[in-house]
């Protein structure tokens, strides 16, 4: 045989060799090398997000030993403010990068409509283990995180995190008994001390606690959010106007006119903008990271911002109070039916499965995970805020962190705001006109306040929603 | 054969140039006349003028187009005036003139989201270095980005920090081309400073002037970097520019048919101006 045949002969018997592995491959794929990778998008330097991918080895674990499948959790993240833009470019590119997404709750209609998401409800209802977890979480959660339509029975989402707005406050400064003194000879008040004392606290007196504790510049008197940035300013504001008794919009008819700018709602927006006066000098740009920076470094004696940010505050690496602050409801009103009334801005985020991720099955799985009573307390250990009833309503949880009870008990007392398809517009328009508002650039309340009315209903009534 | 081979050579470009430049921008002005949304698919309707129209007529784009013009005006023009100055001082001879050039130039090598977050801790109305002075020396604090009087400005003199070393490299390198010969025989002649920048400096540097101010005007319609991480077009539309405008409406409002339109009225500004400056310029320049 000439050398140049024998050439051709071993070519030929490599490629047959390779082509039969080849097809042997197809047909048998090895299960046992098959390891799913679940893809979550979350929020970039937000405890709760980053805790659930953190969390990911022990999915790993449970699904190879309950699921007979090899599982890998991986994240990608983004700030909250790029959060929306990312994750709605990878819906509209249809692309399979994520599985999971922890979305915001009010971007459920978007995305929703878009036909990015699955929708839950037979998921739900097919699965016993689902439906029962369902059933175990608080109505405001269930309609705040997975509901769209506003008031519909249909299911997009499930609670990633819960949060509400909580008030922290410097307990040092108030157990002292010459503060109590002071306070005592100045308004012929006592001085809130204790969960409950704050528990009936309305704005009035809290007002002239947050007066007498604000000693410029080595301390002021309070922090809260004003900034432009994403839904900043709009949740604060928005939880004075439901706590002064106002509300943002007519649900059933979507009218904003006559609702979000009545007279109630300017009064609480000037009442909010009054209490820059008690906050640092640069406040009107606070968002979360500055107002608990504020409150850990002991700039501010207290603070209204999220349950679920409380951690730094505790954390003797970075809080110069760290044993100094409890976590307490926030301030009610009493209205002028004499009754008292508190209603704050639901916080937290659901996820979402991707419509076009390659693992729903999977992703369906590691959910059930997480809602398992031994995941949630684990989330709970670590920080996070969970949302299962017969975990967070016990008194072993609400003892766990700082701000679990204040955490707990105000969900009954909170609310959530438009899962419109147009709620990025909505949103920025609130923002726009409150924050030149509390810059000056708005003169008055009541002026802001019309602004956001006339111009949500044109962007309602140019979508179809105004009814 | 070199008119044949003229093409040829010329063909990788011209694709190059079709598929990046003439494509997206014949896509962007057709997609400016639907009512289309990326985020929510389905059949994009034909609108015709309607997305420019409502544009035009709404408010809010005005208050936006004058923001815009207002900063473009006021950093541009303090860009020229500075950069004017740093070029006739760096025309002349002194010693630490090597060393002195690339500390001026380095602003202009700064990313311009580096120079914002900088920018928003110094300008900090606590513990910001211009407020600590200012409270030192005399006991005044200014919210330079939280104030709607302040905020556009202050956005402004960013910009200007980053681009006048640009102004005054084209400057120096336009006076670099005035012909020496003139000035000494001018300054033998005795013509006074003024009379001599008039009839000699400024025709020589004139066309050098011209396309540095119609690149910066241009570069200035365009900003966003800046204005996103320092105030986020806040307080209220203090700061909200035009590309600001666009970059809502294409990536939070998903509101694809709008921000193309928008688009397209920015990009036809923006050669309006070049068409004006271009007037400016002598023919035989």
Known sequence: MSKTKRNWLSALTMAMVVAVLASLMVAFPIAAEEEVTLRILGIGGWTPSELAVKMGPLFSKYAEEKLGYKANVVADFAPFTSLYEKAASAFAAKSSQYDIIISDSQWLGAFATGGHILKLNDIIEKDPALSKIVKDIYPQHIASYMTYPDGSDEWWGLPQEGDDLVLYVRKDLLNDPKEQAAFKAKYKIDLPRTYEDFAKLDWDTFHKVIEFFNRPPKMYGFAGEYAKEYDFISDHVMSMFWTWGGDIIDTKTNRVRGILNSKVNAEALKYYKDLLKFQPPGAISFGIDQVINAMAQGQVFSALTWAAVGRPIFDPALSKVHDKVMVVMPPGKILENGKFNRIYCLGGQPWVISKYSKHQKEAIDFLKWWYLPETQWEFARRGGNPVVRSVIDTEKFKELNPWNRAYVDMIPQGRDFWHLPCYAELLLIQQEEWTAYMSGATKDAQTANDNIARRQELVLRRDGFLK | ?285
């Not at chain 2, 010329?10 to 289309?36: H, K």
């Open chain 2, 1 to 285: 054969m070199q008119e044949r081979m003229k093409l040829p050579f010329l063909m990788p470009m011209l694709i190059f140039l079709f598929v990046w430049n003439i494509l997206p921008l014949l896509w962007v002005v057709g997609l400016s006349f639907y009512q289309f949304s990326v985020l929510q698919g389905g059949i994009p309707r034909f609108l015709g003028l309607w997305n420019y129209i409502s544009i035009l007529e709404d408010p809010y784009f005005w208050e936006r187009f004058r923001t815009t013009f207002s900063f473009v005006a006021l950093a541009v023009s303090l860009e020229l005036v500075i950069g004017f100055a740093l070029g006739f001082l760096f025309n002349q001879k002194f010693p630490g003139k090597r060393i002195m050039l690339p500390i001026i130039f380095a602003p202009m090598i700064i990313a311009p989201v580096a120079a914002g977050v900088f920018f928003r801790f110094i300008y900090d109305p606590h513990w910001g270095v211009i407020n600590y002075f200012l409270t030192k020396f005399f006991n005044i604090r200014l919210e330079f980005l939280e104030k709607a009087d302040l905020a556009l400005p202050a956005v402004a003199a960013v910009d200007i920090w980053m681009w006048s070393p640009f102004m005054m490299l084209m400057c120096l390198a336009g006076l670099q081309a005035v012909p020496q010969h003139l000035l000494e025989a001018a300054e033998i002649d005795r013509i006074p400073w003024f009379m001599r920048f008039r009839n000699i400096v400024l025709p020589h540097i004139r066309p050098v002037l011209v396309l540095a101010v119609l690149l910066r005007t241009i570069d200035a319609f365009k900003t966003f970097d800046i204005v996103f991480v320092m105030t986020g077009g806040g307080p209220g539309a203090a700061t909200e520019v035009l590309p600001m405008s666009i970059y809502r409406q294409a990536f939070l409002f998903f509101r694809t048919g709008q921000a193309s339109s928008l688009a397209v009225i920015v990009l036809f500004i923006a050669v309006a101006f070049t068409s004006i400056y271009l007037m400016m310029i002598p023919k035989e320049a």
